[in-house]
């Protein structure tokens, strides 16, 4: 633990979980996060995508906050890498909550454990209700918020709509 606090000193940490950490996104992420954001295939059921590294710039290095919408970055504690993004929404009773993991991390489990680690950071914030969107071609996201504790409300421009229901 005293290590990870040491590690953690100059950076400011969102919320974390077993293996992974949030925090804002640095100027270092970016080429990473362009490699996966630009993936065709991996990302086809993604809405932010397919920016010049300077969009992604402009966007991701501002200071943002969740009532405008922020995207922070997911960092691998192991070895400090970029492994995917969040992005978090806060409206009004609701906060609206995505997560991306790069294609190099795909079915480790890294978005469950770290998606779990934000919908117990938000249930700190207060009383708040967690929704957040998938595809329907998005299997796996499906399954994903499923396991979560989320089920599906609404369907909006082909979009399901999962509101969670109780925490995993």
């Keep these: 633990m005293a290590e990870e606090s040491k590690m953690n000193n100059d950076i400011q940490v969102i919320f974390d979980s077993e293996r992974c950490y949030t925090r804002r996104f640095a100027e270092s992420d970016l080429n990473a996060f362009v490699e996966y954001r ?30 405008s919408g922020a995207q922070f970055a997911i960092i691998r504690k192991a070895d400090q890498s970029l492994l995917g993004d969040v992005f978090i929404k806060k409206e009004h009773d609701t906060f609206w909550i995505g997560y991306t993991v790069s294609p190099s991390f795909k079915r480790q489990g890294y978005a469950y454990e770290i998606t779990r680690a934000m919908i117990q950071w938000i249930q700190q914030q207060g ?10 071609e998005n299997v796996a996201s499906v399954r994903l918020l499923e396991k979560l504790g989320f089920a599906q409300v609404d369907e909006e421009n082909g979009e399901l709509i999962f509101l969670l229901h109780h925490s995993s």
């Excluded at 630009?38 to 920016?51: A, D, G, I, R, V």
């Design 38 to 67: 630009n993936n065709e295939e991996w990302m086809k059921y993604q809405f932010f995508k397919e920016l010049s590294r300077e969009e992604y710039e402009e966007i991701l290095l501002k200071e943002a906050t969740v009532e």
């Design 127 to 136: 009383e708040f209700k967690i929704m957040a969107g998938a595809v329907p």
